[in-house]
């Protein structure tokens, strides 16, 4: 049974009462869950984040199923009335918590690099009591893997208060109150995610927003046959990609020894994948309890590279990209103060082992999708140093799966 918004539930062994915002005794519908004992339990694994991180090449593919099959992005895939909201957009509001913000961030470049929508990305707890400047042909498009975060809902609400009117939401429960609430919807299918720290909720996020970018890009002409074509055959591939990059797992796991003793670490990315340190870093200190920080690479010199000695492990994501030559410069300024630098690199982009440089090569460059691929090493790494301290990898101290409170 869904509650309603203010419903209150006692259950006992052998009966239920549920009972509205008013105190009223209610009724609400049951629905039958599909889902099967299999996708609950542990199997081979120790824990069910290290499950349902090997469970995103899967999750990719049961998010992108309806695309990778046709020949052509439709609006559609977000409802039947996309096509005529897309028609009025001019721009683009991303509002969600922690994860699932970071999965907005990425989504950001690629909405104005692709789709030439100017889009803006607010942590929905600073947005819901923030004056801002409404704009009536703004797409909001909330971001939750749950679909009841306390703040995302508000912030979603405010948006509407204000006066907008096209609401999207991209969550993983259908049923959710942040579903029910918006016009427009595109379901992750990640399957349940029972660890704390989110993993394939988030990779399917990505996955849901690049398709985003992709139609709207094509309904604003942005996008030709030959492009439109080259993007579906890059998603198609995206589950064999994650798979390719799973298998770095053995090798992470030993990397991983370096950092039990390690109290502070720095991720560092650059554009597209500046989020992705945030992400990381995020992982780290939310199941490790090791205190980290992203920054975006050019930032160093501004006030982070104080921090940088022996000590310090410096996590480098590092794509073969536009911005390779870069990011080189800033992890050579880590390394003349001492720093021990950990870089996850693709293929082609000559970084090279050594003293202080532990490098861990990617199989490919994945062009705008890398964000993703990029993604997993940074997960398995935060599982391996949460198995070197001992710490409660699913149930994380003072942490919960859902934050229905604010
Ligand atoms: C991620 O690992 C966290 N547990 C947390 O930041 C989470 O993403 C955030 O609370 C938002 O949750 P939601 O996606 O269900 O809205």
Redesign the pocket.
Known sequence: MYLEEGDVAEIGLSSHRIFDASGQAVERPVHVSTLSNESMELGEYRHYMQKEIFEQPQALADTLEAVCYSQSLVPGIFGAEAAAAFSQVDSILIL??????HAGLVARYWLEEIAGLPCSVEIASEYRYRVSVANPKTLVVT???????AD?LAALNHARAQGHTHTLSICNVPESALVRLSKLRMLTRAGPEIG???TK??TTQLAALFLLTLVLAKQRGRLNEEEEQRHLHDLRHLPSAVQAVLKLEPDIARLAENFADKHHALFLGRGLHYPIALEGA??LK?ISYIHAEAYPAGELKHGPLALVDQDMPVIAVAPNDALLEKLKSNLQEVRARGGELYVFADAGTRFHSGEGVHLMQMPEHAGYLSPILHTIPLQLLAYYVALQKGTDVDKPRN?A???TVE
């Not at 969600?96 to 913000?101: I, L, P």
């Open positions: 969600a918590c922690g994860t699932s913000h971001v939750s893997q749950s679909g009841e975060t995302t704390v720290a989110s909720a988030f995020l992982k939310e942490l799966k859902s934050v």
